[in-house]
């Protein structure tokens, strides 16, 4: 089984926001991204609202069909409010800083294993799932489980952000046995964080890898090719496994 695609429509929102214009408009998107038949679509909404807003999540939900909706967010009673109401198919707890450009690491599980366990709880009562954004590292995994969440969403930055070769082996050694711990735990395993056409493929010899979620790379390619020939060249990679 092929892994499935969830796009980030985050910097769709940048794209209006930066001007307070009415579009580009993240709905638009989902849309397409429902054509090209991705599984899932991702909005992060941040305490700041410096792209996504919380109508943009209402209006995504409304129209999705085929895809799922997976609700980033940080542990905010403000967020998790939103998220109460959206229900989304899935949340996908993450760190967030108001200075970060982008989130920069993963949550910190166990700074925060009681508010998770207690949210994990309630949301899974709700019929939504609980993801956690985590670094590839085999106390994060374990904690993961610990705190009954659903799915791991494996940090790939530091791969993607790797300088030469070597150091690139050596994070995706991390990321493949963090895979192969969850996988062993009862985790499902998703991935995210800086993939793109070329760096994909090694990623995708992970133990148990459902889901990668993508955002900058396909939305900066869309500026080129536009936004479905971008989500049919990730698709494509990821339906041939990576060859």
């Known amino acids: 089984m ?24 993240p709905v638009d998107g ?6 090209c038949g991705v599984y899932g679509v991702t909005l992060h ?43 989304p198919h899935m949340v996908t707890l993450v760190p967030e800083r108001r200075e970060e450009l982008t989130t920069e690491g993963g949550l910190d599980v ?11 709880s309630e949301f899974r009562n709700k019929g939504i ?40 082996g050596k994070e995706l050694k991390r990321i493949l046995a963090a895979a192969d711990l969850a996988v062993s735990l009862g985790l499902n395993v998703n991935a995210g964080h800086g993939l793109t056409c070329e760096n994909m493929p090694p990623l995708l010899a992970m133990n148990g890898l459902r889901e990668v979620n993508i955002g900058h790379s396909i939305i900066s390619r869309a500026v080129f090719v536009g936004l479905k020939s971008a989500i049919l060249e990730m698709k494509g990679i990821l339906d041939r496994g990576g060859k």
Not at 67 to 86: K, S
Request: charged share 30%; glycine share 2%; hydrophobic share 40%.
């Open 129 to 168: 799932l609980v993801s956690l954004f985590i670094e590839p590292d085999k106390d994060a995994v374990t904690l993961a489980k610990e705190v009954c969440a659903d799915y791991i969403e494996i940090h790939t930055g530091s791969y993607a952000d790797a300088k030469n070769e070597s150091a690139r």
């Open 45 to 87: 909404l941040r305490e700041d609202r410096r792209h996504i807003q919380d109508y943009d999540l209402f209006e995504v939900k409304k129209v999705l069909s085929s895809c799922v909706l997976n609700m980033e967010m940080a542990l905010n009673q403000d967020i998790i409010d939103v998220a109460r109401e959206v229900k």
């Open 2 to 25: 092929s892994v499935v695609l969830g796009v980030n429509l985050d910097h769709i929102a940048t794209l209006r926001q930066v001007r307070g214009a009415p579009y580009p408009q």
């Open 30 to 35: 989902a849309k397409i991204c429902e054509e």
């Open 110 to 120: 166990k700074r925060h294993a009681e508010s998770i366990r207690a949210l994990a």
